[in-house]
């Protein structure tokens, strides 16, 4: 084997980079066929505890150094992975996804795709049928989408909850556009200064 076709992680090497730059630090990674050296070095923050891990290419580093060689058994054991528990996790943000796209209405209004999103921060079981809003399969919001176009058991807990929301929501968007409506007409602080 050619000098320094591997290296034992943990060791402390000095490369002398194609710009004559002087780079120390322990090794933590070396693949062999890009040459690629992962090193791990004091932070340049200067902060204590804290490192910079820093990747060198050999194809373009003039000469490296072992300063030491370091021991597989000061290396700390790498802890088992949960498989089980990345798969499931994996799945539940696949799945979320998928639904997440699904949020998304085809030929809908701005104001109906934004009073869906409203919806769904608080049912996530919400979905769109062509341009209404269907929430946990009891209530139909049609457009426009405003209180009034809410249909579903009228004795029903959910229309009435879905009602609040739609209402809060609508509320909500009416003041933020009269609060917008003010700023945007009160007189600027340099335009009122010069015209006194």
């Known amino acids: 084997m050619a000098e320094h076709e591997y290296f034992n992680i943990g060791s402390i090497v000095c490369c002398t ?5 002087k780079v120390q630090g322990e090794v933590l ?12 070095t004091p932070a340049a923050s200067g902060k204590h505890n804290v490192y910079d891990v820093r990747l060198l290419n050999l194809a373009f580093v003039g000469d490296v150094e072992v300063i030491s060689d ?12 949960n498989l089980n528990k990345i798969n499931s996790r994996l799945k539940g943000n696949l799945d979320e ?4 796209v699904n949020y998304i209405g085809v030929g809908v209004t ?12 608080t049912i996530s079981e919400t979905k769109w049928d062509g341009k209404d809003i269907v929430v946990m399969d009891e209530v139909r919001i049609h457009p426009p989408y405003g209180v009034t176009d809410c249909s579903g ?6 229309l009435n909850h879905v009602k609040k929301i739609v209402k809060k929501y609508l509320d909500d968007t009416e003041t933020q556009r009269n609060n917008d409506l003010r700023k945007s007409m009160s007189p600027s602080p340099a335009s009122s200064a010069s015209s006194s």
Not at 70 to 81: A, D, E, H, I, R
């Open 17 to 21: 980079t194609c710009y004559n730059q």
């Open 29 to 40: 990674a070396y693949d062999v066929e890009t040459k690629m050296l992962a090193i791990k």
């Open 70 to 81: 370091g021991s597989m058994t000061n290396v700390p054991l790498l802890t088992s992975l």
């Open 97 to 100: 996804k998928k639904r997440q």
């Open 110 to 121: 701005p104001e109906g795709q934004r009073l869906f999103h409203a919806i769904v921060k």
């Open 153 to 158: 058991k009228e004795s029903s807990h959910s």
